[in-house]
């Protein structure tokens, strides 16, 4: 099949250099020329495990290039739109300008066999929209939505190896058995292995992905309201997140407590949801996720009291530690972070704050002026009032406590993500508290 992908950013490039991996002929389009010209060479503009590799060995096969004239799409038959939707700056709601400009950019080049294709996450009715846009403009390519489900670290594993497929067909009967015809050679190798696949319509396709992810987020923030009730009472979240988890109906993953959830999707997706429900007329029923985003929230600013508090009361003039930046680890990705927001806050507040992140240093560095960056957690806790693990790198949940002892000026950890085992850190001298955790 002959692909091109519209947006070469996380979601695109992945998808570009992974389709092509599976044998498929792929362009990738982007507006921005540097980030074209990179990936060409074969740079990765992002930090993503496995990336470079693959996008290395797809563009020595010859089946992958990127290039930013859309006129180039005319001789590819399935067009992906892979742009971003963020959340807009003065609502809640997605961002379509992209998705939009996506299309348009399409539109004269779009051949008689063409077949459009959605993966960007949209509120509920855009895949409607878009496909009377491609009327409006004179197009009769067939649309379908076929969302994605990859997190950051694991995108390569997540795209080559999905959990499920899922296609959102249009209505019309002869539009949706091109659609098909086109995603069904697409996906041939993943539904050969028998990856399971799920269709319907444009509604419910879009529904997917947003419910998912709202699944997730209510999952993290109910464990995290467990461990702030925990904290009234001397349980411990850790262990109650163990016995729920074994109940096969509720599962283990995504039951670890801390500073909650950040990053590119979940914030924004749950906002977006609960906006459209506004749109549709059905606020009440996504009332719960207001009370997801409080939660996570919550968690974050409990932090930095926590650490007032630690501090004695005030933090003019103390030096505080920050292991991790990034919202999550194997990741250089601070959108959204709940540790930079506790890092900023803590700094704002008068505090000399020292972050380390084993990947986002430089962007740190670039986006918050105000904070100072050191290389490693032992240069980052010389000579601190308070050292906090906000970010679960592999490197700090492996911190030698005695080593640590020796270089910071007060022996207080606060675990933001419960990762280190109180026992030990307490048995080298350290104040240790975490989150939900006697
Ligand atoms: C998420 C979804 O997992 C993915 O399917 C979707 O396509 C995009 O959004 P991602 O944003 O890469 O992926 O991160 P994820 O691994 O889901 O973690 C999200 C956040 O939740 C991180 O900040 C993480 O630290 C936090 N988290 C996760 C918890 O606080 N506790 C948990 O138990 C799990």
Same mark, same amino acid.
Request: hydrophobic fraction near 45%; aromatic fraction near 6%.
């Given at each position: 099949?002959?692909?091109?992908?519209?947006?070469?950013?996380?979601?695109?490039?992945?998808?570009?250099?992974?389709?092509?991996?599976?044998?498929?002929?792929?362009?990738?389009?982007?507006?921005?020329? @540097?980030?074209?010209?990179?990936?060409?060479?074969?740079?990765?503009?992002?930090?993503?495990?496995?990336?470079?590799?693959?996008?290395?060995?797809?563009?020595?096969?010859?089946?992958?290039?990127? #290039?930013?004239?859309?006129?180039?799409?005319?001789?590819?038959?399935?067009?992906?739109?892979?742009?971003?939707?963020?959340?807009?700056?003065?609502?809640?709601?997605?961002?379509?300008?992209?998705?939009?400009?996506?299309?348009?950019?399409?539109?004269?080049?779009?051949?008689?066999?063409?077949?459009?294709?959605?993966?960007?996450?949209?509120?509920?009715?855009?895949?409607?929209?878009?496909?009377?846009?491609?009327?409006?403009?004179? #197009?009769?390519?067939?649309?379908?939505?076929?969302?994605?489900?990859?997190?950051?670290?694991?995108?390569?594993?997540?795209?080559?190896?999905?959990?499920?497929?899922?296609?959102?067909?249009?209505?019309?009967?002869?539009?949706?058995?091109?659609?098909?015809?086109?995603?069904?050679?697409?996906?041939?190798?993943?539904?050969?292995?028998?990856?399971?696949?799920?269709?319907?319509?444009?509604?419910?396709?879009?529904?997917?992905?947003? #419910?998912?992810?709202?699944?997730?987020?209510?999952?993290?923030?109910?464990?995290?309201?467990?461990?702030?009730?925990?904290?009234?009472?001397?349980?411990?979240?850790?262990?109650?997140?163990?016995?729920?988890?074994?109940?096969?109906?509720?599962?283990?993953?995504?039951? @670890?407590?801390?500073?909650?959830?950040?990053?590119?999707?979940?914030?924004?997706?749950?906002?977006?949801?609960?906006?459209?429900?506004?749109?549709?007329?059905?606020?009440?029923?996504?009332?719960?996720?207001?009370?997801?985003?409080?939660?996570?929230? @919550?968690?974050?600013?409990?932090?930095?009291?926590?650490?007032?508090?630690?501090?004695?009361?005030?933090?003019?003039?103390?030096?505080?530690?920050?292991?991790?930046?990034?919202?999550?680890?194997? #990741?250089?990705?601070? @959108?959204?972070?709940?540790?930079?927001?506790?890092?900023?806050?803590?700094?704002?507040?008068?505090?000399?704050?020292?972050?380390?992140?084993?990947?986002?240093?430089?962007?740190?560095?670039?986006?918050?002026?105000?904070?100072?960056?050191?290389?490693?957690?032992?240069?980052?806790?010389?000579?601190?009032?308070?050292?906090?693990?906000?970010?679960?790198?592999?490197?700090?949940?492996?911190?030698?406590?005695?080593?640590?002892?020796?270089?910071?000026?007060?022996?207080?950890?606060?675990?933001?993500?419960?990762?280190?085992?109180?026992?030990?850190?307490?048995?080298?001298?350290?104040?240790?508290?975490?989150?939900?955790?006697?």
């Amino acid at each position: 099949m002959r692909i091109t992908t519209v947006g070469c950013g996380y979601l695109g490039a992945v998808y570009a250099a992974s389709m092509a991996s599976i044998g498929h002929e792929v362009l990738g389009l982007d507006v921005d020329q @540097r980030k074209i010209d990179g990936l060409n060479e074969g740079i990765a503009p992002f930090h993503e495990p496995g990336f470079e590799k693959v996008l290395a060995e797809a563009l020595a096969s010859g089946r992958l290039r990127f #290039s930013t004239d859309y006129s180039d799409a005319a001789d590819y038959t399935a067009h992906v739109i892979c742009v971003g939707t963020p959340q807009q700056i003065d609502g809640a709601g997605a961002d379509l300008t992209y998705v939009h400009a996506a299309v348009d950019s399409l539109l004269p080049h779009l051949s008689d066999t063409a077949v459009v294709l959605g993966r960007s996450t949209v509120p509920v009715g855009t895949a409607a929209s878009l496909r009377e846009r491609l009327r409006a403009g004179g #197009s009769n390519a067939p649309l379908a939505w076929n969302p994605e489900f990859l997190r950051e670290g694991f995108a390569v594993k997540d795209t080559l190896h999905p959990d499920r497929i899922v296609y959102g067909l249009p209505e019309d009967p002869a539009e949706a058995a091109r659609a098909r015809e086109v995603l069904d050679e697409m996906y041939a190798p993943m539904l050969e292995v028998e990856t399971p696949l799920v269709i319907g319509n444009y509604a419910t396709a879009e529904l997917v992905k947003v #419910s998912a992810n709202s699944f997730l987020a209510t999952k993290i923030s109910f464990i995290n309201a467990v461990a702030e009730v925990c904290e009234a009472t001397g349980a411990d979240v850790s262990v109650i997140a163990e016995a729920i988890g074994l109940d096969d109906r509720i599962g283990p993953k995504f039951l @670890r407590a801390g500073i909650g959830f950040g990053g590119g999707c979940l914030p924004k997706d749950i906002r977006a949801f609960m906006a459209r429900a506004g749109e549709l007329g059905v606020t009440e029923a996504l009332g719960f996720l207001r009370e997801v985003d409080h939660v996570n929230n @919550r968690r974050r600013d409990h932090v930095v009291n926590m650490a007032r508090k630690a501090l004695g009361g005030s933090f003019t003039g103390k030096r505080v530690a920050v292991l991790g930046a990034a919202f999550k680890p194997d #990741s250089d990705d601070t @959108r959204q972070s709940p540790a930079l927001y506790i890092a900023s806050k803590i700094s704002g507040r008068g505090a000399d704050v020292v972050v380390t992140d084993p990947a986002a240093n430089e962007r740190v560095h670039a986006e918050r002026p105000n904070l100072a960056i050191a290389e490693d957690a032992y240069a980052a806790a010389k000579d601190a009032d308070l050292v906090l693990l906000l970010t679960e790198w592999t490197q700090f949940k492996e911190l030698d406590p005695v080593a640590l002892k020796e270089v910071v000026g007060t022996a207080h950890m606060i675990d933001g993500r419960n990762v280190l085992d109180p026992q030990q850190w307490r048995d080298a001298g350290w104040t240790y508290q975490s989150l939900g955790r006697p």
